[in-house]
Structures are given as structure tokens and as C-alpha cells.
């Protein structure tokens, strides 16, 4: 962590310096849009190979600042990522998600599941389809008892 | 602020500045006298009030802990 690089950032600063004001707040906010959500990205990465190589840690409480502003950034990724990913609005109640460029919600998409995968420390995202929910029948409650003794 | 100090009780034994496992109090050398430095990751021990001989470091639970 503490390495000698040639202009150094106190950790502590980083957050409330780049990305408090740039990623979430910003272009991930409560509605989002397809351009803002990859402007955001891309000031994130550039923070992370710009920015994150320079960040020095002095003594044991700027490392652990240090570490959740690594954690907080890895986070605000997944997060802005998945929402670029799903092309639809969803509304309050299920998971949330308001996109202005896609204000309804998209036959595609439905009982569709955005899963990220760190591939080779490339992050994927795929779209799987979950199970059916539904209550249990009165079948389902005779089959346990037939177990039970 | 978790911990406060009274300066004047204080006889400058380093007491609280030795025991503190979270390392939160710093010394001011120019001062001469401990000051707290990180009181935020205060975890609420009370060993600097507990070990303190002259009874000049008091620690407050802050109303947000739960």
C-alpha cells in the first residue's frame, strides 16, 4: 500500500476528493440515464488506474479509510454497472430502478436476474432467469407430512 | 467526541496514551499533553478512564451507539 510514488494523496482524502462528488452521487442517483450511468463508469475506472496507484497510507488508520474506499468503489461499480445493464424501469416494491432512457418495464426482462461474475478480474454480467414463485399447494403440504413421520 | 480530557487533573503520565488498543489518542509533543486523534473508531473500551490515576479522561457513550 504505502509505496513511493512521485505526488502522493493522503487516503483519507480520496473519497471526499474523487468520488463522493463524482461516481454515486451524481450519475448514479435515484433516476438514472444510459449516458450518465457510462460517464459515471468511466470516471470510476479512471479514478481506479489513475488515482488509486497514488493513494499513500501513513499508519494503520489510513489503511483501513484506504480499504473502504476500495471496498466503497468496487461496490459503486457492480451497482452502476447492473443498472446500465438492465435496459427497463422497474418499479418500487420489487427491486427499484428508474431509468429515464427506458421509463417502462420490458416483457424481456421479465423474471429476468442480472448476475455478475469476477471472470479473470474482469467483472461479466449475464441475465438469468429465476424460478417461479409462488405459495405452496395443498400437494406440497401432503408430500411433507408423508415424509414426517 | 467520545473521550474528553481535563487538562488541568492531567499529570502527563502517558497512561492513556500506552493502553489505548485502538491507538485513537495521539500525544502533542508541542502541547506536551495527549489530545484525540481518530474519535471516530473509538470502540468504547474505557481503559483510559478506567487506568487513568488522576481521574482526568472521561469517556461519553454517544447517543447514536447502539
Known sequence: MATIVRKMIPSRDIFFIFLKPCARAKYAYISKTGGMLKYGLKLLREIREEWWPKVKAENPHDLMRAAEVRNIMTVAEIHMAASLFRTESVPYGRHFLHRLDYPTQHPTWYRQRVVIKNEDGEMRLYKTETVEQRPPTREDYEAVKEIKP | ?66
Request: proline residues 8%; charged residues 30%; contains cysteine.
Open chain 2, 1 to 66: 467526541m467520545t473521550a474528553t480530557f481535563d487538562y488541568e487533573k492531567c499529570n502527563k503520565c502517558k497512561q492513556c496514551y500506552k493502553l489505548c488498543p485502538m491507538d485513537i489518542i495521539a500525544w502533542d509533543e508541542g502541547e506536551d499533553r495527549p489530545y484525540v486523534k481518530y474519535p471516530d473508531e473509538c470502540q468504547l473500551c474505557f481503559i483510559c478512564q478506567v487506568e487513568c490515576p488522576t481521574k482526568a479522561m472521561k469517556v461519553k457513550i454517544p447517543l447514536a451507539f447502539w
